[in-house]
């Protein structure tokens, strides 16, 4: 905490077989780091709740991220060619930033400190997606809207972004919308998607059917004002109800 700068992120991973003088320990590298963001592996204080394998939102207001491996392993291993695809890599990128989220995503180097072909790989697909798409997941915001089967939902500012993966054909109807519909486009060749809102429901009309994307596309929907749900929507179902 006192040679090398600026730390931003403290990352505690196993503390076997107990914490690490937690509360001593922690206040002490937030004296040396007053900024520091701290994970919730060595107790109180950490400002960060974190699951492995898994994507498990934190309660809204909780920073958090999901931290995934791009095959089974989190180091090298030569025998496990059970290697995610680049839509996977989106599917759990969209999921983590629709809850407000941030994906650690794992790569495992060889022995010599290069990256598998097969990581890189993915990576490589899954960044030209985000170079196109990118503007619904940085400072993106907790979405309103919950799932569906079509793909996931991100927001930030007036916008909703429509991430379809699972293709609906020509027409998607976007339920249980609030705010009045002001455009609809495709992130990143910016072409006008036509619409039509008939009360609490959005429709899209001519949508590329197959996909233009072989990973997923993007429908950027303005809104006046913060998007919303009509009921809000807390659970699987759509709508759903406080679980009690």
Same mark, same amino acid.
């Given at each position: 905490?006192?040679?090398?700068?600026?730390?931003?992120?403290?990352?505690?991973?196993?503390?076997?077989?107990?914490?690490?003088?937690?509360?001593?320990?922690?206040?002490?590298?937030?004296? @040396?780091?007053?900024? @520091?963001?701290?994970n919730?592996?060595?107790?109180?204080?950490?400002?960060?709740?974190?699951?492995?394998?898994?994507?498990?939102?934190?309660?809204?207001?909780?920073?958090?991220?999901?931290?995934?491996?791009?095959?089974?392993?989190?180091g090298?291993?030569?025998?496990?060619?059970?290697? /995610?695809?680049?839509?996977?890599?989106?599917?759990?990128?969209?999921?983590?930033?629709?809850?407000?989220?941030?994906?650690? @995503?794992?790569?495992?180097?060889?022995?010599?400190?290069?990256?598998?072909t097969e990581?890189?790989?993915?990576?490589?697909?899954?960044?030209?997606?985000?170079?196109?798409?990118?503007?619904?997941?940085?400072?993106?915001?907790?979405?309103?809207?919950?799932?569906?089967?079509?793909?996931?939902?991100?927001t930030?500012?007036?916008?909703?972004?429509?991430?379809?993966?699972?293709?609906?054909?020509?027409?998607?109807?976007?339920?249980?919308? /609030?705010?009045?519909?002001?455009?609809?486009?495709?992130?990143?060749?910016?072409?006008?998607?036509?619409?039509?809102?008939?009360?609490?429901?959005?429709?899209?009309?001519?949508?590329?059917?197959?996909?233009?994307?072989?990973?997923?596309?993007?429908?950027?929907?303005?809104?006046?004002?913060?998007?919303?749900?009509?009921t809000?929507?807390?659970?699987?179902w759509?709508?759903?109800?406080?679980?009690?």
């Amino acid at each position: 905490m006192t040679q090398y700068g600026r730390i931003d992120y403290l990352w505690f991973d196993g503390c076997i077989p107990s914490n690490l003088q937690s509360v001593e320990a922690n206040e002490e590298m937030l004296r @040396l780091q007053p900024h @520091l963001l701290i994970n919730e592996r060595n107790g109180e204080p950490w400002h960060v709740q974190i699951s492995e394998q898994s994507i498990k939102p934190a309660a809204p207001g909780v920073p958090w991220e999901a931290c995934m491996t791009l095959n089974e392993n989190w180091g090298y291993h030569s025998g496990d060619t059970h290697w /995610k695809q680049p839509l996977q890599v989106i599917q759990m990128l969209t999921e983590a930033a629709s809850k407000a989220g941030n994906l650690l @995503l794992n790569v495992g180097p060889k022995s010599d400190g290069t990256i598998p072909t097969e990581s890189a790989n993915v990576i490589r697909k899954a960044g030209a997606w985000l170079k196109q798409n990118g503007e619904s997941i940085y400072n993106s915001s907790r979405s309103p809207f919950t799932w569906n089967n079509w793909g996931r939902v991100t927001t930030r500012g007036s916008k909703i972004y429509l991430h379809i993966w699972n293709s609906p054909g020509e027409e998607l109807c976007f339920a249980e919308l /609030k705010k009045r519909v002001r455009s609809a486009r495709v992130l990143g060749s910016g072409v006008n998607v036509a619409f039509e809102q008939k009360g609490d429901r959005l429709f899209l009309y001519g949508l590329p059917v197959p996909l233009s994307d072989p990973i997923a596309i993007t429908v950027v929907v303005e809104v006046d004002g913060e998007p919303e749900a009509i009921t809000p929507q807390t659970s699987f179902w759509i709508p759903g109800e406080p679980v009690t």
